[in-house]
Antibody, heavy 118, light 111 residues
Framework: EVQLVESGGALVQPGGSLRLSCVAS????????MSWVRQAPGKGLQCVAT????????FYEDSVQGRFTISRNNSQNSLYLQMDRLRAEDTAVYYC???????????WGQGAQVTVSS | DIVMTQSSLPSPVTLGQPASISCRSS???????????LSWLHQRPGQPPRLLIN???NRLSGVPDRFSGSGAGTDFTLKISRVTAEDVGVYYC?????????FGQGTKVEI
């Protein structure tokens, strides 16, 4: 069974930093592109960062470029999102998501709540 | 940037009746390899999204056959042949625009 389990969500002050982790199981993690998708309260979905299966390609949404860093450790089946210089508008549930061979986001974790507030 | 615009549904929808959600793109969705990587997600309240359909019309294993996807060019549709109580939630169309994904704003189904 495919599982994605996020951790690291918290309440943090504006300007602060947070690192999200996602541990994958039930599939060959190193064979899949992975993404972080966020959902602000009562809002829709936004893909903020994507990494290729071997980690050689990365993509960031414009609003997080230069502040967020996606990384992975295939030997530990783990995906990470380092978030620096956090802003109130980064408040959201952050989902760790797998991309399938037909370029759909097919498995989603339960999400990690990130709240940026003073 | 591509913008995906979804239609709304009357609220509430009627159990047992069909429902259809439209997703329109601001430009052609054909990828450089000739494929259209348009998918549909369903999100129940308090739950993460679940993938229902990928590549326009390919229904995933375990998804009830009352769900179907269709479309071409810039217009795509998710149809529910007979709405049931478990279909409540928000439906999103999702497009892969390498190397990221773009989502419609969501369509709420209330019963």
């Amino acid at each position: 069974e495919v599982q994605l389990v996020e951790s690291g969500g918290a309440l943090v002050q504006p300007g602060g930093s947070l690192r999200l982790s996602c541990v994958a199981s039930g599939f060959t993690f190193g064979a899949y592109w992975m993404s972080w998708v966020r959902q602000a309260p009562g809002k829709g979905l936004q893909c903020v960062a994507t990494m290729s299966s071997h980690g050689d390609k990365k993509f960031y949404e414009d609003s997080v470029q230069g502040r967020f860093t996606i990384s992975r450790n295939n030997s530990q089946n783990s995906l990470y999102l380092q978030m620096d210089r956090l802003r109130a508008e980064d408040t959201a549930v952050y989902y760790c998501v797998r991309a399938d061979s037909l370029w759909a986001l097919d498995f989603w974790g339960q999400g990690a709540q990130v709240t940026v507030s003073s | 940037d591509i913008v995906m615009t979804q239609s709304s549904l009357p609220s509430p929808v009627t159990l047992g009746q069909p429902a259809s959600i439209s997703c329109r793109s601001s430009e052609s969705l054909v990828d450089i390899d000739g494929n259209i990587y348009l998918s549909w997600l369903h999100q129940r309240p308090g739950q993460p999204p679940r993938l229902l359909i990928n590549k326009v019309s390919n229904r995933l294993s375990g998804v009830p056959d009352r769900f179907s996807g269709s479309g071409a060019g810039t217009d795509f549709t998710l149809k529910i042949s007979r709405v049931t109580a478990e279909d409540v939630g928000v439906y999103y169309c999702m497009l892969c625009t390498h190397p990221t994904w773009t989502f419609g704003q969501g369509t709420k189904v209330e019963i």
